[in-house]
């Protein structure tokens, strides 16, 4: 018997920012569940199971704090699952709920993805004084900045890259009112002349620290003819792990992304994703990644994705178009960053991006990764439904 | 075989909270010693409030006050009261039902010895002295036989209402490195870096972790790597970090050590942050007293070629 096609009619978020001081957890969670529930026009009552996903539990000091949130989330009599998969993990919660629509399991399954930044310090929850360890390094910055020099060694990358990306999320972010930074006056130059944290790493080329949930509706075909506005179809799903540190571990083009895309590409039946695919929503926290993933996602050879930067290709309007939403870059509530990539995937091929929309976006990977380049979730969606 | 270590490993933090409309109302009442509740559509007054009703998940914000007095539905007796707990002496841990209320609250109960303690007996909150909007701000509850206390009528509007918390929590953990780590460390203090071959695909780990992630078979075999080794990839850390004592800038480098299969993490020293490359041949300086090179020079070789090092980055 063949999969249950499955289909996105609710996308909900909050205004990603520094701090919701105004709402609890569950208050910050409750937004975002609402505005997708609005999105698809249903209620509770028709959410057949919830699945959550969020960052470490250090990172905020809530030790499963999913038990708390079944009220909030409506879960009280339903099964609630909670996802963990440390940066990847937005991704990996949207793919199991998919996959219990898929499986027929379930027909309409609420998702959400959270964090809560400001409660915490991410850099503290990635620091631990392990005893017997040498401590020398605080926080993922120092941690990407060699594999980002190992990256443009290879690739013989001209230095301004980075910047590049920089500058471009950021006037992405602009249009997307959901975004966390909105810095009007971004100029090239400004991100050229910021700091140098962890060279080769500047600050502008760095994500910032937000609190933000993002939650979406996935149904089967019986709740999509039902919805109110186009679904996205998702036409292929994949999730990927391998060792933090292995001898032979390729942290610039990690085996398990290269897997995890090429699976995505299988069940989609994408020849060529750089001519099948109209535009990418991935997970750059640190600019460099960008054409690192263009390589490691099959969108250019090893060694070009630079190019395709260079080149105005990922530009909102060139020809393949890289983190509409402003991205990672722009936004950055851990555990939700992964849905967010989803979210705007699925945004972009039901055409709802608003200012951001890419005209006739037909399909659109979504990407994210965490853990020491570790842990990888993709999907792909489109705007019709899947062929078989 | 060797000792294997072990060490105390405290995880402490002063995390925050938000509390959100309903939260903020309970604690800044507890504040003004003052109960309050949350109603439901349905009626019912729920204690400890929540922002949203777990039958209907609706959103509930109508509060009410509650008494002071209540009704244990049930308890359990500590013998031995812990850091942190709100009595220091025995005590019983109670649900109270106050009077008013739907729901029970879970607190601490003063009485003189398990004996003292029924379910169904009456008890009342007793306030602590110094009050800042938490529910600490209950000291505990005490037996109590006379009359129900009689609710106010407080709206749970207050002036200058708590909106945020602080919630330190702390994990005493004893963490032991294992087998193989520990015969690392004992190495190191020889001034010896020693790591493990994996018997099926023959790699070096160091340091070792005891199991090979490639394979997932055990290693055993010592082999001693270094003390020279190549800086395959490094970045420049221009930035404090708050528990770390180490003045910035400086150069954090992933090195190969010679006969190594991946490469470890280290400090570059003896050389001007801007002049450190990779491919640069390094060895370790110790200081004395310490477990690890305070810092990796370098050796004055030529740079390693990129096609020797291009798989260790
Ligand atoms: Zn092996």
């Not at chain 1, 009112?177 to 006056?185: F, K, M, N, T, V």
């Not at chain 1, 679904?231 to 995890?260: I, N």
């Not at chain 2, 087998?179 to 023959?202: D, F, K, M, N």
């Amino acid at each position: 018997m063949s999969k249950e096609p499955v289909a996105v009619v609710g996308v909900g978020q909050t205004k990603h920012v520094a701090a919701r001081r105004d709402v609890s957890i569950a208050g910050l969670v409750r937004e975002a569940a609402r505005r997708a529930l609005d999105d698809a026009e249903l209620t509770w009552a028709d959410i057949d199971a919830v699945v959550i996903g969020k960052a470490p539990d250090f990172f905020e000091g809530v030790m499963m704090p999913e038990l708390y949130l079944a009220d909030a989330l409506g879960a009280v009599g339903k099964p609630m699952l909670r996802v963990h998969t440390a940066g990847s993990v937005g991704g990996s919660t949207a793919l199991v709920a998919a996959n219990l629509v898929a499986a027929r399991v379930h027909g309409t399954v609420l998702t959400l993805a959270f964090e809560k930044q400001s409660e915490s310090n991410a850099m503290w929850g990635l620091s631990l004084p392990i005893p017997f360890q040498q401590p020398l390094l605080a926080g993922a910055g120092g941690f990407f900045a060699p594999h980002v020099r190992a990256y443009m060694r290879r690739s013989g990358a001209p230095d301004t890259i980075g910047s590049l990306v920089a500058y471009k999320d950021r006037r992405n972010a602009l249009k997307n009112p959901y975004a966390h930074l909105h810095e009007h006056d971004i100029t090239l130059e400004k991100v050229q002349a910021s700091p140098m944290l962890w060279d080769p790493i500047r600050y502008s080329e760095t994500c910032p620290s937000s609190d933000g949930a993002c939650a979406m509706v996935l149904t089967d075909r019986a709740g999509a003819g039902r919805a109110p506005r186009p679904p996205a179809w998702m036409l292929g799903g994949a999730m990927r792990s391998e060792p933090t540190l292995f001898a032979g571990k390729d942290f610039v083009s990690p085996q398990a992304g290269k897997d995890c895309a090429a699976d995505v590409y299988r069940q989609a039946g994408i020849a060529d994703p750089r001519r099948d695919i109209d535009a990418v929503e991935m997970y750059v926290p640190f600019s460099w990644y960008e054409p690192m993933w263009l390589e490691n996602l099959g969108f250019a050879e090893e060694g070009g994705g630079w190019k395709l930067t260079e080149a105005g290709v990922t530009e909102l309007d060139g020809d393949l178009p890289v983190n509409m939403s402003g991205g990672v870059l722009s936004t950055n509530p851990i555990g939700a960053s992964g849905m967010i990539r989803f979210a705007e995937a699925a945004l972009q091929v039901r055409g709802q991006a608003g200012e951001h929309q890419v005209d006739g976006a037909r399909r659109v990977l979504g990407h994210a990764y965490g853990g020491g380049s570790q842990f990888f979730s993709m999907w792909l969606v489109g705007a019709r439904p899947p062929q078989s | 075989m060797p000792e294997v270590l072990k060490a105390p490993l405290v995880v402490e933090f002063p995390f925050t909270r938000s509390l959100g409309p309903v939260q903020s109302a309970f604690l800044t009442g507890l504040r003004e010693r003052v109960v309050l509740g949350v109603r439901t559509t349905d009626g019912r007054t729920l204690v400890p409030p929540v922002e949203y009703d777990p039958r209907t998940a609706e959103e509930i914000h109508d509060l009410v006050e509650v008494a002071p007095t209540g009704t244990v539905t049930t308890w359990a007796w500590n013998h031995e009261p812990r850091r942190g707990q709100p009595l220091d002496t025995p005590f019983a841990w109670v649900l109270v039902r106050l009077d008013g209320a739907d729901t029970a609250l879970l607190h601490a109960l003063a009485a003189p010895g398990p004996d003292a303690v029924h379910t169904g007996m009456r008890v009342r909150v007793r306030w602590a002295g110094e009050r800042t909007g938490a529910i600490t701000d209950i000291a505990c509850f005490e037996p109590y036989d006379a009359e129900p206390g009689q609710p106010g009528n407080h709206s749970g509007e207050f002036t200058e209402p708590l909106t945020g918390i602080v919630a330190p929590a702390r994990l005493d953990y004893t963490y032991s490195p294992g087998r193989a780590q520990s015969a690392y460390i004992h190495a190191l203090s020889e001034q010896r870096t020693v790591g493990e071959r994996c018997p099926s695909c023959r790699k070096v780990y160091v340091p070792p972790r005891g199991a090979c992630p490639t394979c997932g078979v055990a290693t055993a075999e010592q082999v001693e790597v270094g003390p020279r080794g190549t800086v395959t990839t490094f970045c420049i850390v221009n930035i404090k970090a708050r528990n770390l004592d180490i003045e910035v800038p400086y150069v954090y480098a992933h090195i190969a050590l010679d006969g190594a299969d991946l490469a470890l993490h280290a400090r570059i020293g003896g050389i001007p942050y801007d002049q450190v490359r990779m491919g640069l041949r390094v060895e370790p300086v110790w200081t004395e007293g310490a477990r690890y090179p305070d810092h990796y020079r370098p050796t004055g070789e030529p740079d390693a070629d990129y096609d020797t090092y291009k798989e260790l980055l």
